[in-house]
Each structure stands twice: as C-alpha cells, then as structure tokens.
C-alpha cells in the first residue's frame, strides 16, 4: 500500500471514473478572531495505491484530528475499504472525502490529521490554528 495524496481542501467531490475535483486545495492554516473557532466546511482527501495488482486483503482506514497535547481527539472516521480498479490495465485503489462539518477547534496552536491503515500511521497533515485581529 502506497500513499498517492493526503490533504486538506475547501470542498472535494469524486466521481464514478476515479476522477476528484477539488476547490481550495492545500489547506495549512486557519485563522480567526476568537476560539473556539468554528469553521463550517473542510474536507479530508486520500487516495491509496496498492503494490499489487489484484489486493485480496481489505484496508481499515482511519482519520482522526488531535493536538497531540493529550487532550482528546478533536474528529475520528474510520471505514474498512477494498481497493478496485474500474480498468485492469490500472493499479487497485482506494479513494475516500471526508467532510469535516463543522470544524470546531477549542483553542489556537497545531493539530494532526493522522491517516492510518490498519491501525499503522502512514502519513499526517499539519493544520495550524491561529489568532487574528479583528
């Protein structure tokens, strides 16, 4: 299993074919003038590869948020999935958007989107929260 994308956007759809269209993607940082901070809309999107042509085994994906401060986990998804190609001459896969809505984010510093396959980390997005002036 391969990572071929992991990030955050405005707003992400995927369609039948294997095609995502996304707006707004590349999301590191969300500022406000006061915490909490709400924000209404975020989407999480990845993309896996499998190393082997015809995948017999199925992946137990997980998304969670946390601070990494030992405060609990701000958002969890977790989905078994199997990875398929709609054409053989093309590498199996798994695509996932998660939409984050509300977003809702107690205080201001970094958080960690952690994407993990069988209960194995294998990548994490930074998402920074900041304080801005009115």
Known sequence: MRVAFFFLADAAQA?????????????????????????PYLAV??????????????????VA?????????????QQVVQPTSINPAFRPSATLILNVTPLQLDLPGDYFFDLS??????DTIKLTAKLTKR
């Open 45 to 62: 999107v990845l993309k896996l590869w499998s190393e082997e042509p015809e995948p017999q085994k199925e992946w137990v994906l997980t």
């Open 117 to 122: 396959v069988d209960g194995n980390v294998v």
């Open 15 to 39: 369609s039948p074919d294997g095609k995502i269209s996304v707006l707004g993607a590349g999301i590191e940082g969300i500022g406000s003038p006061s915490f909490p901070l709400v924000h």
């Open 65 to 77: 948020l946390s601070a990494k401060d030992g405060t609990p986990e701000k958002f969890r998804y």
